[in-house]
Structure formats: C-alpha cells, structure tokens
C-alpha cells in the first residue's frame, strides 16, 4: 500500500531475520561511504544495498541520519525526507531530523549522492518497533501439594490490575513474557501469537490515539499517516502466554540488544494507601521472558502486596525502558496481588438474551422481554451472561427448584450488545449461554407477579481445586420479567386516558383487566353531551374487537344493575378527533398504532345517583402469552344530570 515492492522484501526479510534478500545495485560510483541512524537499520550499510529499513523505538520523537560521502569523489549530496525542504550540501557529511509526530508514515528519505558523472540514490524507510509485555504468569506450588498457575495477559492486567491468589501459597513464581512488534504491513486477521499492526483508513488522523481505537484496552501505540491510522494490538488475550518467543529472540541477538528487569514489591497497609517492606530482586533473563521465584512478596491474609517491574532494553545505541514508571505499560500503581475474594457484582456485570430474532433488553443482569413480538415463534429464550474477569464464567444457571438451564453456544449476535464477548472481532469477555424454555417463563410468569429468578453459579479457571472463587455471601442472581407497559392506549373524545395494563387486577385475571377512568369522564363530559367516542388503540400485532358497551347504575332495589347500550362502531378513527394531538398515534390520524374507535350514548331516562359505562374491547395477540386479552374500560360519571 504504502511500501515499495523492494522495501516490502527488505521487511518480510526483517521480520524472519532472514540473510537471503539482498539488494544489489551494481554501480561502481559515486556512492555514501557510510550511513548512520538514531535507530536499527537493515541491511547492515554496505556498498551494494541501496534500500535501507530504519527502526525506531515507538518511543522516540526524532529520528536522526547522518549521511557520510567521499569528499573527493562526491561533488553533492542532498538528502530529501517527505515534506521538508531538500537538504544540499556540497561537503561530505549531511545530517537530517525527522519528527516522527507528523502524519506521515512510514517515512521515507531520499539521499541522492553526485559526482561530476553520475547520480546514486538511496532510500530509506522509517518505522516503529517495540518490545512489549505480553503477559505474567503466576505459578506456585502450595501446602496441600497442589500447583497454581494462570496467565494473564499484561494488557488485560493494566486495566485490570489486581492478582487474585489462593491460600497456602508457599513460593510466588513470576514470568514476564515480552514480545517483538514492529508497525508494517497491516493485518488482516488478529494474531494468537505475536502482536500485529492494523491500518483504519477510516480513522482520521487528529482521532488517530489509542483512545479512539475501537479495541484500545488492548492497543499499544497508534500512528497517523495521510490515509488513516497505524496501530499496533495484543495477540488475543485468549492465548495467553503464546508468542513466538524465537523472533524476538533472533530480533535481541540481531541488534545486540539485552533484556533484564527487576521486581519491587511492597505491603500495602489496608484501609490506607500506605506501602511497607519495600523488597526488590533481580529478575532472571530467559528466551523472551523475565522469571522469578519469591515468597517474600506473598499477599497475607489482611494485608496486599504491590508490585512494579522494571525492564530495561539495553541496545549499542543506548537503553530503553520497556516497562518502568514512566512508561505506557505499567499501571500507575502497579500490580496488586491479593488474597481477597472476587466479588459476583463486579464480575459479571452484562447479561442480554434473545427470543427469536428479537434482543431481550437488559439492564445489568436484569432482562426485559417484550410480549407478543417478541415470543411470536419462539420457544426457547437464550440468556447470555458475560464475565468482566479473563479466568471467570458462569458455570451454570438454575431455576429456583434447582432445575439447571441447558447450556448452548454462545449466539455471534451478541457482538451486537457487547463487541468485548469473546466471540467477537476482538472480544476477550467469557460468556456463558443458556436455554431457557418458552413455557417455563410462560408457566412462572401466569402464577405469579413477581420477575422471574435465576441462580447462577461462577467459576473461574485457575482456581479449580482452590477453593470458593467469589465471596460466598453474595448470589448471582438474573432476572428476567415479561414487559407489556404501553400495550395499549385508550381514548375518550380523543383525549389520552392513563393506561396502566401492568395493574395488578391485569396480572391477576389476566383475561379481564379493568381499567378505571372516573377522573377523565368526569372532565370529559363536563359539558354533558350523552354521546361519547372511545377509541382504543395497540401495536400492529395485536387485534382489536369491541365485545360491548354497558350501562351499569343503582336499581330501584339499590344492587347494581346494567343495561346495554346502542353502539355503533366507527370504521376510522373520526376525523374531528384526529384534532386531539395525543391521536396523532394512531394510523388513521397518521401515525403507527392500529384504532379502533366506537360511539356510544347514554339511557338518560335511567334514574339514579350512580352512573358507570363500560366499554369492553378485546386485544388479542395471536401469540402473546395471554392470547385473548380482554380490557374494559369503565368509566364512572360524576355529577351527571
Ligand atoms: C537543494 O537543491 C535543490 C535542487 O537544486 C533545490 O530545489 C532546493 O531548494 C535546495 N535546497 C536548499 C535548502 O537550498
Ligand atoms: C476489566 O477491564 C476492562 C477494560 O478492559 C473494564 O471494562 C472492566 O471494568 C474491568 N473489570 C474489572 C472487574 O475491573
Ligand atoms: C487462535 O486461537 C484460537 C483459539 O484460541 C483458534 O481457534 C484459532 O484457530 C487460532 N488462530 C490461529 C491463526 O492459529
Ligand atoms: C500512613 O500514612 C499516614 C499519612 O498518610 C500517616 O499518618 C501514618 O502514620 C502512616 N502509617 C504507617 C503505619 O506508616
Ligand atoms: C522457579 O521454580 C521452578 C520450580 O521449582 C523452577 O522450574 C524454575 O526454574 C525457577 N525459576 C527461577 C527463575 O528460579
Ligand atoms: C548483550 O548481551 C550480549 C551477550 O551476553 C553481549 O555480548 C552484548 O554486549 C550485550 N549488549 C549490550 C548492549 O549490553
Ligand atoms: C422446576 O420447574 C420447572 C418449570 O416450572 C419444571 O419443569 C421442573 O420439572 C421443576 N423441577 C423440579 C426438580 O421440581
Ligand atoms: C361540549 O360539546 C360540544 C359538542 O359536543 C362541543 O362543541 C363543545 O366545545 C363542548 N364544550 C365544552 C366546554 O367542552
Ligand atoms: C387478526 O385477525 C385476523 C383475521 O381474523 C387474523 O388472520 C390474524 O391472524 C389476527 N392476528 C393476530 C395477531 O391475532
């Protein structure tokens, strides 16, 4: 894309270390007797090579080049570096700066090298390597004869930054595994096993950080170029402890450069930010990693430890500091290592769910499912639930018998809730999925108000035989509740009534709701017009037919008598209604909600102190829950005649 064909075979060569590419350009004279970078350059100078590789750390600033000339067979040399002025000297020796900020990348110089006959060019390519943590592993064996080991990868660990350990730990042994990257040719596919350059052409460059890389947690540096943004990712978290090792090693041996690093830990005094015991050991160097056997710095029972590492890169050209206190890769605070439980709420923070191809809404680990719609055709309702922790997931999740869900596979439309799940692009988060059956919730839901409760049991990885991970006092407990608010809407001489479907005399005789009105006939028919329009209205799913209107009133013997009315229905929604602007809902006075509306008047030869109508409309919803779903609607007059 951005590389010439010979620089791409320089950098391939690169990337294995291999010696075979080789650029020969035969001209005799003229020629640069030597070239110097800030950085690593490959090929080694020499004579023949005319194309040159140059690598600075993703540290750096500046990148600086000497050119060096035959004064006597040399009558200029320019050197010329995209976007700055052409350099010219007629002296031997030329020296450039780059400022590695500017959005350029790679970037490229030019050197050109004239005598009195002929013209020589060079070329020289610059771009960011860097060696970086790639993940801690923590072993050791414990009283009990039982070994502990997990891996963690150092970038989920610097947002995560804290060291759960079993007890009985007699030795602490740490590794630090770290890992070549050098930003090249873009990748298509994220790698198990080394880090990887990715190029966003949509990414403009002021955006280019690595705050605004969709995967950041897991993004090491960023670097603009005029057509988008260079960035470099973490192998995936899930093969943790899996670089290449022998790359980096080849990468170390080929430009002299030494890894070492130390370990300082301290106590943290609990409830302050106070550190004691400060104890620091010399770690030792192995292929690609850094390891250590201590038991000094084993978290006790109420007390935490705290650690840093340092590990410097030393190099002929100078020393960097891979991880140390002021580099990107150690957390302000460093490590905690701690003998403390999990805790469920922090853990497990997101649970989603589907019925179909409807998305259970879910706050938390509290799910919604939408009636009707949403269970049409289906009959199971897939729960997922996600674990912030890399080394934890929900085991299992029961009813409240103890009826344990059956487990299934994970759906990749989770993506669409959170793109972290672990099947996703570049997702890390454990997920769990489970089945629960249609007519269970169907079954829970029509005996009772209350959501229905599921237990979950977590787990996490490393501490199979260790013990209880999470703090046993805490539940982890998802529910799931059927939402049926705003089903349906109702109306009187247009104006909007205060529907509450989820009333308790809904749940109870969920065939029968009654819905009291008296407030609104009473302000509604104020002036005391005996006609009255109703007009109810509810979702395209759902069928709306009347069944009746009634007059109820006090009887001469005072029970409770009533009478039925004269109703004609009205094909539409009458046009002077659509006047009230809360029917804009409904379709016909242009908005979504099918109506219905009937007309109904008043026996007003009927007698008496006590007046009510109630019109009854059925919803049905051929698959909702409560497939016939009658709502009556009574309205009690006040201060009629
Ligand atoms: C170097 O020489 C080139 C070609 O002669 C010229 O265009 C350029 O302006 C010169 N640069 C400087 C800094 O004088
Ligand atoms: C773990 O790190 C992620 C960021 O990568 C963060 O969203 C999450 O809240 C952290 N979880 C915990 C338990 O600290
Ligand atoms: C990476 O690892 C995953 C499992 O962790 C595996 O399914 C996948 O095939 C691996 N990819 C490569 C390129 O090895
Ligand atoms: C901890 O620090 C506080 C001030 O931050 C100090 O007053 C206290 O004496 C310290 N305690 C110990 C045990 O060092
Ligand atoms: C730490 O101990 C383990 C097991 O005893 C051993 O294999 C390893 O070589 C030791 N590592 C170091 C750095 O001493
Ligand atoms: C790195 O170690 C090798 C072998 O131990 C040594 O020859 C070389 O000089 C060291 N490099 C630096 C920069 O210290
Ligand atoms: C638990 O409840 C479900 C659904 O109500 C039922 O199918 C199952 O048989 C019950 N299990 C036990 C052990 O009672
Ligand atoms: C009374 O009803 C008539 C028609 O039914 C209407 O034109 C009038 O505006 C209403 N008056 C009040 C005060 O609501
Ligand atoms: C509504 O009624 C029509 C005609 O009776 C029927 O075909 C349709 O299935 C019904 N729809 C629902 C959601 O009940």
């Known amino acids: 894309m951005l590389l010439g064909p010979a620089l791409v075979g320089a950098l391939v060569g690169l990337t294995m270390i291999s010696f075979t590419v080789i650029f020969l350009n035969m001209t005799s004279s003229p020629h640069l007797a030597d070239l110097y970078t800030s950085g690593i350059t490959w090929p080694p100078f020499g004579p023949k090579a005319r194309k040159y590789w140059a690598g600075t750390h993703v540290s750096e600033r500046v990148f600086g080049l000497t050119a060096v000339a035959e004064p006597l067979e040399t009558t200029r040399v320019s050197v010329q570096a995209i976007g700055k002025p052409m350099l010219n000297s007629t002296s031997a020796v030329i020296v450039e700066t780059l400022s590695l900020a500017e959005p350029v990348y790679p970037q490229e110089v030019a050197i050109t090298v004239e005598d009195t006959a002929a013209t020589a060019s060079y070329m020289l390519q610059v771009f960011k390597w860097g060696i970086f943590p790639e993940s801690i592993t923590i072993s050791g064996d414990t009283a009990f004869g039982k070994r502990f080991s997990q891996c963690i990868p150092w970038g989920y660990l610097y947002w995560n930054h804290t060291v759960h350990l079993p007890k009985g730990l007699l030795i602490l042994e740490i590794r630090v595994t770290y890992s070549h990257f050098e930003m090249s040719f873009p990748w298509k596919k994220r790698s198990n096993n080394s880090f990887a350059t990715y190029f966003d052409p949509a990414l403009p460059r002021e955006k280019c950080t690595m705050w605004a890389i969709p995967s950041w947690a897991q993004a ?183 009826t344990k869900l059956d487990i299934i596979p994970t759906a990749r439309r989770v993506c669409q809730i959170d793109s972290m799940a672990e099947m996703c692009e570049h997702g890390w988060k454990p997920s769990s999925s489970f089945a629960l059956p249609v007519p269970f919730f169907r079954e829970h839901l029509l005996l009772r108000t209350a959501d229905l409760q599921l237990v979950g049991q977590p787990t996490c990885k490393s501490f199979t035989n260790f013990g209880e991970p999470f703090d046993d006092s805490e539940k982890m407990a998802v529910s799931l509740r059927l939402n049926q608010e705003r089903s349906f809407w109702a109306f009187i001489l247009g104006q909007e009534l205060h529907v509450e479907p989820s009333s308790e005399s809904c749940w109870r005789s969920p065939e029968l709701c009654v819905i009291d009105f008296h407030q609104a006939w009473a302000s509604s028919l104020h002036n005391e017009s005996s006609k009255v329009f109703v007009t109810v209205a509810a979702p395209e799913d759902y069928n709306i037919s009347w069944k009746r209107v009634i007059q109820v009133y006090q009887g001469p013997d005072l029970f409770r008598e009533e009478k039925a009315l004269r109703a004609e229905r009205e094909a539409t929604t009458t046009a002077h209604l659509c006047v009230e602007p809360s029917l804009k809902v409904t379709k016909e006075c242009g908005g979504a909600l099918k109506s219905s509306t009937i007309q109904a008047m008043f026996d007003i030869s009927i007698k008496s102190d006590i007046r009510s109508l109630r019109f009854e409309a059925s919803f049905s919803c051929s698959d909702s829950f409560f497939r016939q779903q009658s709502v009556v609607l009574e309205m009690t007059l006040a201060n009629w005649l």
């Open 220 to 402: 090491t540096v960023a670097q603009a170029s005029a057509h988008g943004c260079f960035y470099g990712l973490q192998p995936r978290w899930s093969s943790c402890g899996q670089t290449r090792q022998k790359n980096t090693e080849r990468f170390l041996q080929f430009f002299q450069g030494n890894v070492s690093g130390r370990l300082c830990a301290s106590t943290i005094v609990p409830g302050t930010s106070n550190l004691s015991n400060l104890v620091c050991r010399t770690m030792l160097p192995s292929p690609a990693a850094l390891a250590i056997n201590v038991s000094e710095i084993l978290p006790q029972k109420s007390k935490d430890t705290q650690a840093k590492f340092t590990m410097p890169l030393r190099m002929p050209s100078g020393s960097i500091d891979l991880v140390g206190d002021g580099s990107l890769y150690q957390p302000r605070f460093g490590f905690t290592f701690t003998l403390r439980k999990r805790t469920v709420a922090k853990t497990f923070l997101v649970a989603t769910g589907f019925a179909e191809s409807v998305v259970v809404h879910g706050e938390g680990l509290r799910l919604t499912i939408a009636d009707c719609a949403a269970l049409a055709h289906a009959t199971v309702v897939e729960l997922t639930v996600l674990s912030e922790d890399l080394d934890c997931h929900l085991e299992s999740l029961s009813l409240e018998n103890g």
